[in-house]
């Protein structure tokens, strides 16, 4: 009788500790989550009110908040340290400058090949678009045999810049 009671007891602490981890591990996600809405709500009320600027003035406060095209370098330093930081090797790539004539921002388009497991590519993803600046225009996944860890991906993001400093 001991013996069971002292197993039940046991179980009771394993399945205690489980559900505890899984809360603590959710009240840090909803922790994060909380203070990213609390970023944006101050970011939003540093905004002056609508109401007191013109169209025109919200429009260029729109494209002020693009970076200017001397910190293109910047960027695709942070591209590069993102791949270094996920073990990935970018050996080539390919970077397009284009412009309409009424836009007033620039876009660079750069196009790498990548090869590294999923987990290495998506995090890397991941890290580079966290640049708000920065799109994911394209992105194509290539994986010779299905058992294979490594995949070969064609990622095309698009680095906005302002055309008018």
Same mark, same amino acid.
């Given at each position: 009788?001991?013996?069971?009671?002292?197993? $039940?007891? $046991?179980?009771?602490?394993?399945?205690?500790?489980? $559900? !505890? =981890?899984? /809360? +603590?591990?959710?009240?840090?996600? @909803?922790?994060?989550?909380?203070?990213?809405?609390?970023? +944006?709500?101050?970011?939003?009320? *540093?905004?002056?009110?609508?109401?007191? @600027? &013109?169209?025109?003035? =919200? !429009? /260029?406060?729109?494209?002020?908040?693009?970076?200017?095209?001397?910190? !293109? &370098?910047?960027?695709?330093? *942070? $591209?590069? %340290?993102? *791949?270094?930081?996920?073990? @990935?090797? @970018?050996?080539?790539?390919?970077?397009? %400058?284009?412009?309409?004539? &009424? /836009?007033?921002?620039?876009?660079?388009? !750069?196009?790498?090949?990548?090869?590294?497991?999923?987990? =290495?590519?998506?995090?890397?993803?991941?890290?580079?678009?966290?640049?708000?600046?920065?799109?994911?225009?394209?992105?194509?996944?290539?994986?010779?045999?299905?058992? /294979?860890?490594?995949?070969?991906?064609?990622?095309?993001?698009?680095?906005?810049?302002?055309?008018?400093?």
């Amino acid at each position: 009788m001991g013996l069971a009671g002292l197993g $039940l007891l $046991l179980v009771a602490l394993i399945a205690w500790l489980v $559900l !505890v =981890q899984a /809360d +603590q591990h959710e009240f840090a996600k @909803l922790t994060r989550t909380l203070e990213a809405l609390h970023t +944006q709500e101050i970011q939003k009320n *540093a905004l002056p009110a609508n109401s007191a @600027l &013109s169209k025109e003035e =919200q !429009v /260029d406060i729109f494209y002020r908040a693009f970076p200017t095209e001397d910190l !293109v &370098s910047e960027s695709l330093g *942070a $591209l590069y %340290r993102a *791949a270094e930081k996920n073990d @990935l090797v @970018l050996e080539t790539g390919e970077y397009t %400058r284009t412009r309409t004539g &009424s /836009d007033r921002l620039i876009r660079y388009r !750069v196009m790498l090949p990548v090869k590294g497991t999923f987990k =290495q590519v998506l995090a890397f993803m991941d890290k580079v678009l966290k640049d708000p600046n920065m799109a994911l225009e394209n992105a194509t996944f290539k994986r010779d045999k299905v058992d /294979d860890l490594t995949v070969d991906a064609k990622l095309s993001f698009i680095l906005f810049v302002n055309a008018k400093p």
